[in-house]
C-alpha cells in the first residue's frame, strides 16, 4: 500500500496522460474559478496601490478577484453602509482609480466581481434623508416603514427603529444605521439595475450579493405576495445578463437545506453561485470530530445544482464562522475545539477567528483542511491572507478581528522559502485550475471504511478525478471501488505509482493526508458508477 504524505509543493504534475483539456471549461467560467476575496483598503491601501499587488493573486493562481465594497460610505460598517451606489469612496481613489485597477486585474486574466450590497443603505444615503423628510417623497417607498411594527409578522421590535422626522418606524434587520430598502418596488429595482449595469460597463464580470434571503424577504402587508421578491433574482440576472454574457450572480444564502434550491429557481435561472455556508459548516464539525460523517451526511440532502448552476465553497470568509445552522450540541462541539475561549466567539453562534490559528498554524492539518476545501464540488473562494498564514487580532472589535491588513513582509519571505505555505497554496491552486472535473462535473461520494477518510469523485467529459482525506491525526487506510471498468489512476498531486486490481485502489494514508486521482480506463469510457449525488 502506498503511504500518502503532504509534500506537494516540491514536485512537478505527473506526465501528460494525467492531462485534461480544460478549453471547455471557459464557456462557464466561474464552475472553475478561483476567487480572491479582498478588501482594496486593507490590501492595497486604495486602488493606485492595488495594482501592483494583483502580482500576487495572479500568481497565486486565483482566476477572479471579489472586491469587498469600495463605494462612498460613513463607515460604520467596514463599508457595508452604503451612501452611493454609483461612486468609488474617496479614501480609496476615484472612478477613473477603479477602471485602472479593472484593466490592470484584466491584463493579469484576472476577472473581476463587486460586492453589491443593496438589501439595506446607510442612513446617511441621500435616498433615506428625503424619504424621512417628507412621507410624499417619491423616496419613502425606497424603504420599509410602519406605525406598529408588532403587527409586521416576521420581524421583531428589535428590527425597528423610531425616526423621529418621519414620525414612523422603519425597518432594519441589521444595524440601525443601516435601513432596509423595499425591493418589491420597482423604482428600487430600477435603481439596483441602474448599479449593475454601471459597474459591469465599468468591467466588473459579476457581483457577490450580500444577504441575499434578506433581499427577497416580504414584510408588511402592502408587501408584494407570492414570492416575487425571489423571482426578481431571475429578472436581475437576464439583465446582468444582456449588459454582459458572462456576467455572474454569486449570492451570500445561509438557509436550511430545504430552501437552498429555490435560489438556484427551478430551472436554474436565479443565481449562478450560492456561498455554501452548509457545506462550510458541516465541514468545520467534520474537522472538529475528526470524521468524515458530517460532511458526508449534509452531501448526501443537498440539492443537485442546475447544469448552469452551483456552490460557491470557502473554509472562512470576512465575516464570523458562523455556525448557526448546526445543531446546539454540535455547535458546542465546534466552539469547544476551534473556539475554546470566550473571547474567540462572537454573536453567540460565531468563531472571529482565521484558519490557519484554528488548525494549529502551518502543518499537515492545516494543509490537508485546503486541499480538501479546494477539491470540493464548486467554486473556491479564499479570504486574503489564508495562504500566507495569516491570523486574527482578537483586540479589534467584531467581525474585524479577522480583517487586518495584508501582512507583505510574511508573503514576501514565503514566495522565497521553499516549502512554504504561499507555495503550497500556489502549487495547489495552479492543480486545482487544472482540474476541471472539480468545479464543472457530477460529484459523488465514494463509500469507504475509516470513519475519518472522506473520498469522492467528480465526473466530467468522460473523465473522472478521485479525492481522498484524512481527517484525522492518525493513520488510516482504505479501499475503493472505482468500478471494473478502472485499470489505473494517476496522481496529480505526487509522481507516485498506485496500483488498481479490478477496480480496487487500496492506499495507506499518513495523518491528514490526502490524493487527487485521475482514473484511467481500458477503453477512455466515463470510469466507474455513482454512489450519491453531491452537485
Partial sequence: MLQVGKRVEDLSIAGSRAAMNVAPASDLWWKNAVVYCLDPETFGGDFPGLIPRLDHVAALGASCVWLMPFYPTPNRDDGYDISDYLGVDPRLGDLGDFVAAVRHAHDRGLRVLADLVVHHSSDEHPWFRAACASRTSPYRRYYVWSDDPSREQGTTAEDWSWQEQAGQYYL???????????????AVRDQIAKTVGLWL????????????PFLVEEVGPERAAGGDAKRWLHALREFAQRRRGDATLMGEVNVDVDDLESYFSDHGEALHLQLAFLINQRLWLSLARCEAAPLEDLIRRLPVPPRDAGWATFLRNHDELTLDKLAEREREEVLAVFGPESRMRVYGTGIRRRVAPMLGGDGPRLRMAWSLLLSLPGT???????????????????????????????????????????????RLIHQRRATPELGCGTSALIETDPPTVFAHRSDWR??????????????????????????????????????????????ALAPYGYLWLRARTAAGAPAGRRVAAAG
Avoid: C, K
Avoid at 434587520?173 to 443601516?178: D, G, S
Avoid at 430598502?181 to 420597482?186: A, E, V, Y
Avoid at 460597463?201 to 441575499?212: E, H, K, Q, S
Avoid at 468522460?462 to 496522481?491: F, I, K, W, Y
Fill in 172 to 186: 432594519h434587520r441589521f444595524a440601525p444605521f443601516q435601513p432596509d430598502l423595499d425591493i418589491t418596488n420597482p
Fill in 201 to 212: 460597463a465599468l468591467g466588473v464580470a459579476g457581483f457577490r450579493m450580500d444577504a441575499v
Fill in 380 to 426: 473556491p473562494v479564499l479570504l486574503y491572507g489564508d495562504e500566507i498564514g495569516m491570523g486574527e487580532d482578537l483586540g479589534r472589535e467584531g467581525r474585524m478581528s479577522v480583517r487586518l491588513p495584508m501582512d507583505w513582509d510574511e508573503a514576501d519571505a514565503q514566495r522565497r522559502t521553499p516549502g512554504s505555505l504561499l507555495r503550497f497554496m500556489t
Fill in 462 to 507: 468522460g473523465s473522472t478525478v478521485l479525492t481522498v482525506h484524512n481527517l484525522a491525526d492518525a493513520p488510516a487506510a482504505a479501499e475503493l471501488d472505482l468500478g471494473t471498468d478502472v485499470v489505473g489512476v494517476d496522481d496529480l498531486l505526487e509522481l507516485r505509482e498506485h496500483s488498481v486490481q479490478r477496480g480496487r485502489l487500496r492506499v
